[in-house]
């Protein structure tokens, strides 16, 4: 992944080729109004490593079913006393490697004679009026348009005054040596292990009978010590799915801002934000890799009609929804539980889905409200008055 010119001048420029950068990357290589367009990729490191995990929903078929590990379309979500099985009907559950996507990437990167990639650290984009600078550790480029995957500085300076709650995982790709797992259901959460009263489950991926991911995942302000994820994930293991013989295959730990930090604020005509840095990930649920597909689909019709890259990206609607959850999982942690098994027990998932994916209907929206516990969301709606519009 080398590929680079030495013409400095680009009509667009991705810093960042994970999730965001590589969807909208793909966007544009699939689109021949792009290919008389000159794109650079700058990113720090190679990217061909299994570092992370995917897991997201869509309806029915996808791009990326056959570099996926497996596809569900039936689960079930475990409160702390009761099981609801879940019917996907005509969705799709979904988990893919990170290493099979930028392999998928760099195929397609390396067959298009307009695309330059260039491994160097940005330090720096400054305007310098029609053009954007870019400044690495070794050269300088100039670009018409960025789209850059880095998190403004501000959103560390200014935690004080934006809500925020963590979602940290540690995940363990377990083959046990007996054959203990359905391979044909998942569960998307379950809250029978859990830490202190906290907003902590299990999720567990099964790809054959002996091997699967089993991960445990906090929705709260502060992280855990590495010994609480792997003491979590022993007791699931031993207690929940009755496994006393395996070896871990895979081990991956991530913490993903959940953050109602106006990252959009950021942005210029020319300089624009994705991914996390752009406030794609989903606020009150920490998804992103499906949902960054259609904000790329999105952004790159905005350019082809000359209108501004992020109209229409996104909906005030959600971000109000988003903030008063995360307020109540911020106040009120222990609470969590409860709201999410209003979530998937008293809604189809359909309706769930939609929701999540910021395409529901008002109607959907009225249904989904009134299946949450009211108290803990009008306490949060009282705490966030004043910033509900800001």
């Known amino acids: 992944m080398n590929k680079h010119e030495q013409n400095k001048l680009y009509d667009i420029t991705i810093i960042g080729l994970g999730a965001a950068g590589s969807h909208l990357l793909l966007a544009m290589m699939d689109d021949p109004f792009f ?94 009026g029609e053009k954007l ?28 005054f934006h809500v925020n709650i963590l979602q940290h995982f540690k995940g363990w790709l377990i083959n046990s040596k007996k054959p203990v797992f359905n391979s044909d259901s998942f569960t998307i959460m379950d809250y029978r292990v859990n830490y202190k009263d906290q907003t902590c489950f299990t999720y567990v ?38 496994i ?41 649920s920490g998804y992103m890799f499906r949902m960054a597909q259609d904000k790329a689909a999105q952004m790159l019709a905005n350019y082809k009609q000359s209108l501004p890259i992020n109209q ?18 911020k106040e009120e942690n222990k609470l969590g539980p409860a709201i999410f098994t209003a979530s998937y027990g008293a809604n189809p998932l359909a309706r769930l889905f939609r929701f999540l994916d910021e395409k529901s209907s008002l109607l959907d929206d009225i249904r989904f409200i009134l299946s949450m516990p009211k108290a803990p969301f009008l306490r949060a709606l009282w705490r966030q008055r004043l910033n509900i519009f800001k």
């Open 312 to 329: 229409s990206l996104f909906k005030a609607k959600y971000r109000f929804y988003d903030r008063l959850l995360l307020d109540v999982l």
């Open 133 to 160: 600078r870019i400044d690495t550790e070794q050269t300088s480029i100039d670009s018409y348009l960025v789209f850059d995957s880095r998190i403004p500085e501000d959103f560390e300076n200014q935690a004080d």
């Open 205 to 242: 991926l099964p790809y054959d009978a002996h091997r699967a991911v089993i991960e445990t995942t906090f929705f709260t302000e502060f992280s855990v010590e590495d010994a609480v994820y792997d003491d979590l994930l022993n007791k699931y293991i031993s207690e929940i799915l009755n």
């Open 35 to 128: 290919d008389s367009k000159r794109i650079l990729i700058l990113e720090k490191e190679p990217k061909e490593k299994h570092d992370r995990t995917w897991s997201f929903w869509e309806k029915n078929d996808g791009r990326f079913d056959h570099i996926c590990e497996n596809i569900w379309s039936q689960g079930d979500y475990f409160s702390r006393d009761k099981r609801y099985p879940l019917e996907l009907k005509e969705y799709r559950y979904k988990t893919l490697h990170s290493n099979h996507f930028y392999t998928l990437v760099r195929e397609k990167l390396e067959s298009k004679a307009n695309v330059f990639l260039l491994e160097q650290t940005v330090h720096n984009v400054a305007d310098i």
């Open 244 to 284: 006393d013989d395996f070896v871990v295959e895979h081990e991956e730990f991530g913490v993903i801002p959940m953050s109602t930090f106006p990252f959009q604020h950021y942005n210029t005509d020319k300089h624009i934000r994705i991914g996390t840095a752009g406030g794609w990930v989903k606020a009150s």
